[in-house]
C-alpha cells in the first residue's frame, strides 16, 4: 500500500494504487509479491500436500466400505455412514474454520487441521467399531474442513499476483491427480494389507506436511470475533439440508421437514449476520457482482458434474452394455482431460478474459455431456464415450481454474479466507444438488429414459454455468 499526503486542491481522493487487468475482469489492489522463492516452495509442499491428502482419503474410504462393514459386522446401510460423518463435518464447518482462521492466523488454523486430520486417521485405523469409526471420520472431516478453504486463501499470500493463475492450475491439478489416483491406491493397498492402512498411511505424509507448514506465511488477522450461535446456526443448516436432500425420495415427509428446518436456520443467520462487517456467511463478498456470479456458475457446474458421475455408470453399463470395469476405463479420461486443462487454463488466463474463458469451458463440458446422452448405442461406442467423456473433462477444467481465480481475487484480500470458504461452499452445494437431481430422475422415470434425461439435465447445468459466466463480462465489472 503506498501512502501519500493528499493535496487540497487534489481531485482524487484514493490512498492506493489500482490497477486495471481484464485477465482477472475486476479491479483490485496490487498485491505483494508473496514469500521468496525458498520459503514459498516449503509453503506450496504444505497447501498442495494438504489438499492431495484429504481428497485422497476420501476417494480411497470408498473403496473399502464392503469389507469395512463386514470386519465390524455391519449392515452396507450403517456403513455409509463412514462416508456421510466425513461429508456431513466438512460442510458443516467449512465456513465457520474460514472466519476462525482469519480471525486466529491462516498458518495457525490450517496446520492445526492437518494435525487435526492426521490424528483422527490413526484413530480410524485402531477403530474397534462402527460408532468409534465414524467418530473418528467426523473429527477427519474437521480438519478437512480447515484445510480446503484455508489452502486456497494461503496460496493468495504465497504466489506473486502475477503467478495467481498458475498457483489455482497446480492445486487443480494435484486435486485432480488425488482424485483420479484414490480408487487405484486404494485397491493396491487393499491387495497387500487390510483396510486399516487405508488410514494409517496419512500418518507419515500427514507429518512431512505438518513439518513443511512452518514455511507457510502468516497473514495480518482479523479483530471479528468469532459469533458462536452464528456458527451453530449454519451448522444446523446445512446438515438439514445434507440429510433432507438424502431422504427426500425414500421418506419425503421426513425429507422435506428436515429441508423446512434448513431453510428457518438458513433465514435466521442472514438476518443475524447481515448487519456485521465480515459475516459468517460472506454476505460482503456475494454483493460484488464478479464473485456472486462465480459462485453461480460453480454451483451449476459441480451441479452438473456430480450429476453426470452418477449417471454414466449406470449409462455405460445398462445402455451400452459394457462391464462395470470397461465403465471405468470410460470414465477414466474425465480427470485426466481436467489435469491437461489445468494448466494450459492457467497460461490463456493471462491473455483472455476469464468471464469469456469460463463460458466457453463450461460450453465445452455441457457439449461433451450432450454428446453422450445423444449418441447411438449402435455397434461399438467405447471410442466414441471415451471422446465425449475427455471433452467433458476438458470442458471442465477450463472453467474450474480461472473461475477459481476470479472469485479469489474478487475478494478484498483479508477476506480471502472467507472467499474460499464460499469456494469449497458452493462446490459441496452443487456436488449435493446433483446427487438430489439424480436421485429424483431416477425415482420418477424408468431406468432407461432416467440416464438420458439425467445426462441432459447435466449438460443443462452445466450451460446455465457458462450462461452465468458470460454475466461476467470485463466492460460489466469495469462499471461496477
Given amino acids: 500500500m503506498l501512502s501519500s499526503t493528499l493535496r487540497p486542491n487534489s481531485s482524487s481522493t484514493i490512498a492506493r494504487t489500482v490497477e486495471t487487468q481484464e485477465v482477472n475482469d475486476v479491479n483490485v489492489v496490487h498485491d505483494a509479491d508473496g514469500l521468496p522463492r525458498p520459503r514459498r516452495y516449503a509453503a506450496v509442499a504444505a497447501i498442495l500436500g494438504a489438499g492431495m491428502l484429504v481428497v485422497l482419503d476420501g476417494a480411497i474410504a470408498n473403496i473399502a466400505l464392503p469389507g469395512i462393514a463386514q470386519q465390524l459386522q455391519a449392515t452396507p446401510a450403517d456403513a455409509i455412514w463412514i462416508i456421510t460423518a466425513y461429508q456431513l463435518a466438512v460442510v458443516m464447518f467449512l465456513l465457520p474454520a474460514s ?7 491462516y498458518r495457525r488454523v490450517f496446520a492445526g487441521g492437518v494435525a487435526l486430520f492426521t490424528a483422527a486417521s490413526v484413530l480410524c485405523a485402531l477403530a474397534p467399531s462402527l460408532p468409534w469409526l465414524v467418530a473418528a471420520r467426523c473429527l477427519q472431516g474437521l480438519g478437512s474442513a480447515a484445510v480446503m478453504p484455508l489452502g486456497l486463501a494461503l496460496l493468495r499470500f504465497t504466489y506473486p499476483r502475477r503467478l495467481l493463475a498458475r498457483s489455482i492450475a497446480w492445486n487443480a491439478l494435484a486435486v485432480a491427480a488425488a482424485s483420479a489416483s484414490g480408487p487405484t491406491l486404494g485397491a493396491f493397498i487393499l491387495s497387500a494389507a487390510s483396510w486399516p492402512w487405508l488410514f494409517a498411511v496419512n500418518l507419515p505424509i500427514g507429518l512431512l506436511v505438518l513439518a513443511a507448514c512452518a514455511g507457510l506465511p502468516s497473514p495480518a488477522r482479523s479483530v471479528h470475533r468469532i459469533d458462536v450461535w452464528s456458527i451453530a446456526l449454519n451448522a444446523v443448516m446445512f446438515a ?19 429441508l423446512a428446518l434448513s431453510a428457518v436456520c438458513m433465514v435466521l443467520l442472514v438476518r443475524r449476520e447481515m448487519p456485521k462487517a465480515a459475516p459468517l456467511i460472506p454476505l460482503d463478498l456475494l454483493r460484488l457482482h464478479s464473485f456472486r456470479v462465480s459462485v453461480i456458475a460453480s454451483v451449476c457446474c459441480f451441479t452438473g458434474q456430480m450429476a453426470a458421475l452418477v449417471v454414466l455408470p449406470f449409462y455405460i453399463q445398462h445402455e451400452l452394455g459394457q462391464s462395470a470395469v470397461t465403465a471405468g476405463l470410460l470414465m477414466t479420461p474425465w480427470p485426466l482431460a481436467v489435469m491437461l486443462a489445468a494448466p494450459l487454463s492457467a497460461r ?9 474463458l469460463c463460458a466457453a469451458g463450461s460450453a465445452c463440458f455441457a457439449s461433451g ?33 480461472p473461475n477459481n481465480q476470479n472469485m479469489l481475487l474478487s ?17 459441496l452445494t452443487g456436488l449435493t444438488l446433483g446427487s438430489l437431481l439424480m436421485s429424483l430422475v431416477f425415482a420418477l ?12 439435465m447435466a449438460a443443462l447445468a452445466a450451460l446455465a454455468g457458462s450462461v452465468a459466466s458470460l454475466l461476467r463480462s470485463p466492460a460489466r465489472a469495469r462499471a461496477a
Fill in 240 to 258: 438439514s439440508f445434507v440429510l433432507g436432500s438424502d431422504r427426500l425420495v425414500v421418506h419425503p415427509l421426513h425429507g422435506s421437514a428436515l
Fill in 411 to 427: 475478494a478484498p484480500k483479508e477476506r480471502s479466507g472467507a472467499a474460499g470458504g464460499a469456494q469449497g461452499t458452493a462446490r
Fill in 445 to 456: 422415470l424408468s431406468p432407461h429414459s432416467a440416464v438420458h434425461w439425467g445426462l441432459a
Fill in 369 to 401: 455431456l450432450a454428446l453422450c446422452a445423444l449418441w447411438p448405442p449402435h455397434g461399438n461406442p467405447a471410442l466414441p464415450i471415451a471422446v465425449f467423456t475427455s471433452l467433458a473433462g476438458l470442458g471442465f477444467g477450463f472453467f474450474q481454474t
Fill in 99 to 105: 472466519a476462525v482462521g482469519e480471525r486466529f492466523g
Fill in 348 to 356: 490463456l488466463a493471462q491473455r483472455v478474459p476469464t468471464a469469456w
